[in-house]
């Protein structure tokens, strides 16, 4: 895995056509659930990312197949023989924990590495322990490691204290093979909590509910083969939305689905951003300078956590004071830090930033920490004047598919330095 550096020189207007790729929330924790399904399943429109590297790597440690095809994978877990996730995966990619409620209907038992917290947040898991113990699992904490295990799964109705993402993924996965019906309560509600639950039923499980607040799924005997399309990334959307926006530029976007974006397009059509269905595709452009608007970062149909950091960088730009609050992580603005070593006048006292806008942001050398916090300064790169050097860019690997491609096709002049270096594995990912 190489460190490297993205270079960027800004002041370009961006124009032309980018086409969206499928989902990394969304395939992660479907690649989870082939756990559940001891046959084959293909999956199209899988994104080629580090993160879905990084999944595939657990599933195979546990002892599945995978073959990759362009933009397909096949996955077959028939000879699936271990159910301890492996701790240098789960270390990498804390989102590996999605795969204990699909180990534990499979096999009664599953031993997963305390998913370590992260740059944006120390990330517990007690509301997915509190779900599982509910269905009848027997948890205990050993040596770092996540011990859980279930002679039979049963059938509860499960609140969960918030509508965490992972939690309602690994219950749902769980619930599919629990004996009755399982009901969680303010349950997820995000697209990709749809996805999976669209896939599991494909597969022959019986959910209702997904992407509203009262999930129910009623166990059943197994799961069959089948195939499934990854839904588009509505982060990924957004991204370049904002990146049109930053740089008053006009693309194209296609193969988006712009239902799951829709308190995102609320907000930035108040900031002046116009959006124009053009059949499959939608033209994003400004008419005029951009106003500033608020947001407070909320699960799902809130506004995205995922796309915070990039609206800010957005603000910045933007002539006038805004004020963002995050909600849903308690350190998701280390991104503030760097966007000022560029110009930006940005406070923040707690989980509230007050960004006031300037003329231009100056390019500089600059360190991503976290997923997005890298996506939002590619953008501040993108608009600001003169030369920016993003470093830390394996973030952007994790979660950005052929990202300097698709810019450069944009208009941007933007290029990777492959740097010698081989990443010390000392990271830790959000
Ligand atoms: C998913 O993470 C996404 N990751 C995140 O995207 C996204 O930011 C997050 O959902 C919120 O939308 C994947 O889907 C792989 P949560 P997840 O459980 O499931 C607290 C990206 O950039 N919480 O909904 O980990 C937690 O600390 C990533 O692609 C508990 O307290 O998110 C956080 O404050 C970053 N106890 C909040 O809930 C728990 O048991 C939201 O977490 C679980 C969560």
Known sequence: MESGKIIIKGGRRLTGKVRISGSKNAALPILAAAILIP??????????????QTMLEVLNELGANSEIGVGEVIVNTAELNKYDAPYEQVRRMRASAVVMGALLARFGKAYVPMPGGCNIGSRPINIHLDGLSKLG?????????????????KG?????????????????????????????????KEPEITALADFLNKAGAEIQGAGSDIIKIKGVKELKTTTYRIIPD???????????????????????????????VTKLEEAGVIFEKKDSQMRVHLQKELSPVNIRTMPYPGFPTDLQAQFMALMCMTEGMSVIIE???????????????MGADIKVDNHTAIIRGIKSLSGTAVNATDLRASAALILAGLAAKGETQVSGIYHLDRGYEYLEEKLTK???????????????????YD
């Open 39 to 52: 046959e084959k399943i293909t999956l199209t429109n899988l994104p080629s990312l580090l993160d879905i």
């Open 137 to 153: 699992a027997k948890i205990s904490l050993e040596k770092g490691y996540v011990k859980l295990s279930a002679r039979k799964l």
């Open 327 to 341: 909600s849903v992580f308690e350190n998701r603005f280390m991104h503030v830090g760097e966007l000022c070593r």
């Open 410 to 428: 944009l208009g941007a002049q933007i290029k990777r330095i492959h740097s010698e270096k081989i990443l010390l594995e000392e990271e830790n």
């Open 234 to 264: 509505r982060i990924e959307t957004g991204t370049y939305i904002m990146a049109a926006a930053i740089t008053k530029g006009d693309i194209l976007i296609e193969e988006a689905e712009f239902d799951h974006l829709h308190t995102v």
């Open 156 to 188: 509860a109705e499960i609140y969960l204290d918030f509508p965490s993402v992972g939690a309602t993924e690994n219950l749902m996965m769980a619930a599919c093979a629990a004996e009755g019906e399982t009901i969680i309560d303010n349950a997820a």
